[in-house]
């Protein structure tokens, strides 16, 4: 169904909302020195500040897309706003680190509800097409773009006032966008979905997940091999496989898993979550590399983000120029390899290096790359499948971004750890290298299983449809 609110209007609500969103997932990282020093913060409680938020974000983002179908996309939205605000309200309020890792996850649990929903409410709200191919770019350069952002919003508000502030700065945003979308945005659900929640699912995914994520944490200091570190992956698989049987034997499943046999979406889904198991790590320790080895304060290191703000803008328009004229796999391909020579070009960051010279220029490539590749996947993930799975799809599609990020983050952080024992910025560089090469791979992965799983009669359809064209063959 289609409605006569100005799609364009509802666009930009739900992109400003999910811009706060993926905003908040980096905002932190320059103001972690700063919350670290006045929380009192040990390491392993410090990195927490940022995974909390990432882990219930992606556990529950299944849940919030499933609610979105069942209650209705615009109701769930609503909700998530309202959770999202009072806890960005909490975390500046923190006297602890207890209150603050805990407003974190609250609050990745209301990204989790806007998330799903304002990703369904573009797809019910845009017809299949170029309508769609062209809010699908400026979605993805919300979706990237927000992470750079952060970074940039993180060390103005840090430096100018307090670390507070980065999430005092949500509560003014998040009540207009409340007040506007209860007015502009129209109302869709899948009528014909059983009115039942998989709460059980949810809470066995992301325990499982955060579970898997404290336990890599953990090999970094206690070994690989150590008691805590074995039971905990021990915990993870169980919650894991506990998860898998759930949905197997749900009526109503948190995850229909016979949705993956959908070849174009299931592709996407692992190249996303190959390509931000990459993005989270360049992020992360560029900021470290930045500040403790350059000397910027926050700042500085917020706004030496910005030419990779730009980047993925410019990318994601041209992206979504060029998907419908040449493809949706050449597009994305040629992202990917834009993406991992940028990552490359970090492994050779010099202890006594510049911004300019060592830093500057894989910013550019890999800023290039990722809205190239955000944009047709993106599309690639959420056309051709009926309004009822939108709510379903869009939950997957943000989760394999979340969980491998937070994965990929957690795995790059213990390889880095280990490479840098001897505590000299000649070590601590080595262990950046070892991560940067790290996310290489990663992004490489993802481009081995772009071209090993995705078929031009994958995507015909989506192309088709993105053309305007009529498509011979069915996807």
């Known amino acids: 169904m289609r409605h ?15 811009f706060m969103v993926i905003l908040d997932a980096t905002i932190v990282n320059v103001a972690l020195p700063s919350i670290q020093r006045d929380l009192g913060l040990g390491e392993a ?3 927490w500040v940022v995974n909390a938020y990432t882990l219930v974000f992606g556990g529950f983002l299944l849940l919030g897309g499933r609610a979105g179908d069942l209650i209705g996309r615009k109701r769930l939205f609503l909700v998530g706003l309202v959770v999202f605000t009072v806890a960005s309200l909490l ?26 929903a304002a990703l369904s409410i573009i797809s019910t709200t845009f017809a299949e097409g170029r309508e769609r191919a062209r809010a699908l770019g400026v979605w993805a350069a919300i979706a990237v773009g927000g992470s750079a952002v952060g970074l940039i919003l993180g060390g ?24 506007l979308a209860l007015r502009l945005i129209p109302e869709s659900r899948n009528e014909h979905a059983a009115a039942s929640y998989d ?47 759930v949905e197997l034997r749900s009526a109503a499943p948190l995850v229909r898993l016979s949705i993956f046999r959908t070849r174009s979406l299931t592709t996407a889904n692992l190249v996303m979550f190959l390509a931000a198991s990459g993005l989270f790590a360049m992020f992360f320790f560029n900021t470290l590399y930045i500040q403790r080895v350059l000397g910027y304060g926050p700042l500085t290191a917020g706004l030496a983000f910005l030419p990779f ?22 597009v994305a391909v040629t992202g990917l390899l834009l993406t991992a020579v940028g990552m490359a070009l970090l492994t050779q960051l010099p202890v006594d290096g510049s911004y300019v010279a060592n830093v500057l220029p894989s910013l550019l490539l890999t800023s290039l790359g990722m809205g190239a590749v955000f944009m047709p996947m993106t599309l690639v993930a959420t056309t051709g499948l009926e309004d009822a799975d939108q709510g379903l799809a869009s939950g997957i599609f943000n989760t394999s971004q979340q969980i491998g990020g937070a994965l990929g983050l957690a795995v790059l952080s213990t390889l880095a750890a280990s490479r840098s024992t001897a ?10 290298h070892w991560a940067f090469g790290g996310g290489v791979v990663f ?13 031009r009669r994958h995507v015909e359809r989506i192309e088709a449809e993105a053309t305007g064209e009529p498509a011979l063959v069915g996807a």
């Open 423 to 432: 505590g000299s910025a000649e070590a601590l560089v080595e262990g950046f």
């Open 45 to 47: 409680n410090l990195q």
């Open 309 to 330: 703000t730009a980047g993925v803008m410019i990318s994601a328009g041209l992206a979504s120029q060029f998907t419908p004229r040449v493809g949706v796999r050449p």
């Open 443 to 455: 992004i490489l992965g993802g481009l081995v299983v772009l071209l090993a799983l995705l078929r």
């Open 156 to 179: 103005v508000l840090t430096q100018s006032f307090s670390w507070p502030w980065i999430f005092y700065v949500n509560v003014p945003v998040g009540i207009a966008g409340f007040v």
């Open 4 to 18: 006569t609110t100005n799609p364009w209007i509802v666009l930009v609500l739900v992109c400003l909302a999910q």
């Open 199 to 245: 709460v059980a699912g949810a809470v066995a995914v992301t325990g499982g997940l955060m579970a898997l994520v404290y336990a890599i944490v953990k090999a970094a200091t206690d070994g690989w091999t150590s008691p805590t570190t074995l039971a905990f992956f021990g915990l993870a698989a169980v919650l894991l496989v506990a998860f898998v049987v």
């Open 91 to 116: 975390n500046g309020l923190a006297v602890n680190s207890g209150m603050l890792i805990g407003s974190r996850a609250l609050q990745g649990l209301g990204a989790a509800l806007i998330s799903p």
